[in-house]
């Protein structure tokens, strides 16, 4: 059976997570990379889903205390170097976007690392965004057209991007209603799902239902049906 899904993901609620049990709110990112690695499981054995975009750290997360932050860059590179095997067992194919080279020597070398070693993995695609902003995405994107002679097309923006796939499914855990400079571009017919549930808690089952709503909506793409 053909894969077409693109599903993405704005991760939200880890640190009202760990709050909420009176833990520090890194805990909720050490929970919330377990539910990472279980979604991602989950999406390569689902016979629909071609491509998981992950939103793991955008280029305004740098605002937050520097503490969770050097916190989030250790625990991206722990997870990645953990679970390389995972992902070649589960033959998925890691490619990060975002501009990386805001990253530590160290980390920029394990992504690189794991995005080679999986590159022969055909069974799901995971994005993970890494100091990614769609803003930034564009402005990159331009910055590479710019010399350019003839018009640019859809086509060649698309293509200039680090996502170059238009997303079909696009769900948002914690609460909030917003899309915070994730995907702007590749959005733009995507099916929106806003649940309250906080990413910690969030599991294969409720992804199972999102799923299933998303297979019910009449998608016109602007046209009729
Ligand atoms: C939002 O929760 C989450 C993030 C800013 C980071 C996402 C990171 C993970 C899911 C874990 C690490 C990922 C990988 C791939 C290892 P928040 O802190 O904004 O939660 P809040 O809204 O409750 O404060």
Known sequence: MNKTYHVAMIMDGNGRWAEARGEKRVNGHEEGARVVRDITTFCSNHPDIERLTLYAFSTENWKRPRLEVEFLMKLLERYLKNELQTYINNNVRFEPIGDIRAFSKSLQKTIKEVEE???????????????YGSHDEILRAINILKSEKEDITEEMFSNALDCKHQVDIMIRTGGDHRISNFLLWQISYAELFFIDTLWPD??????????????TRDRRFGGLN
């Open 117 to 131: 070693k999986t590159a022969h993995c055909d069974g799901l695609v995971q994005n993970l965004a890494l100091n």
């Open 202 to 215: 969030f599991t294969a089952d409720e992804l199972s239902g999102i799923l299933a709503d998303f297979k």
